[in-house]
Nanobody, 130 residues
Framework: QVQLMESWGGSVQPGGSLRLSCAAS????????MGWWRQAPGKEREGVAA???????SYVDSVKGRFTSSKDNADNTLYLQMNSLKPEDTAMYYC????????????????????????WGKGTLVTISS
């Protein structure tokens, strides 16, 4: 059983930055494919960024060049550095983990677009507003 806990999100003005973190426990963190998802009001949940066990990363087009996902295997922590934030980035952000080995990352998802994950955090709210 994998437990995931996101850090507090927060509220910033457009153009600002935030860093989210996700603490994982209950499994060998380095083997997990980890992802960040988000769900904006009235919209479906979407993948934002993914990082696999080898450290390969992938991002959805809307955040490329602005968001960076990284992980610290020693601390079992996943990060999402978000820069140049826009109002449309406002959403609940979720950390997710998948146990499948060697699935890679693509288009901001583990394995492929829409691939469902095995474990989810409770989410953290990010608000971008002037």
């Amino acid at each position: 059983q994998v437990q995931l806990m996101e850090s507090w999100g927060g509220s910033v003005q457009p153009g600002g930055s935030l860093r989210l973190s996700c603490a994982a426990s209950g499994y060998t963190f380095s083997n997990l494919c980890m992802g960040w998802w988000r769900q904006a009001p009235g919209k479906e949940r979407e993948g934002v960024a993914a990082i696999d066990g080898d450290g390969n990363t992938s991002y959805v087009d809307s955040v490329k060049g602005r968001f960076t996902s990284s992980k610290d295997n020693a601390d079992n922590t996943l990060y999402l550095q978000m820069n140049s934030l826009k109002p449309e980035d406002t959403a609940m952000y979720y950390c997710a983990a998948d146990l499948a080995l060697g699935i890679g990352v693509s288009g901001g998802y583990c394995y492929k677009e829409g691939y469902d994950m095995d474990y989810w955090g409770k989410g953290t709210l990010v608000t971008i507003s002037s």
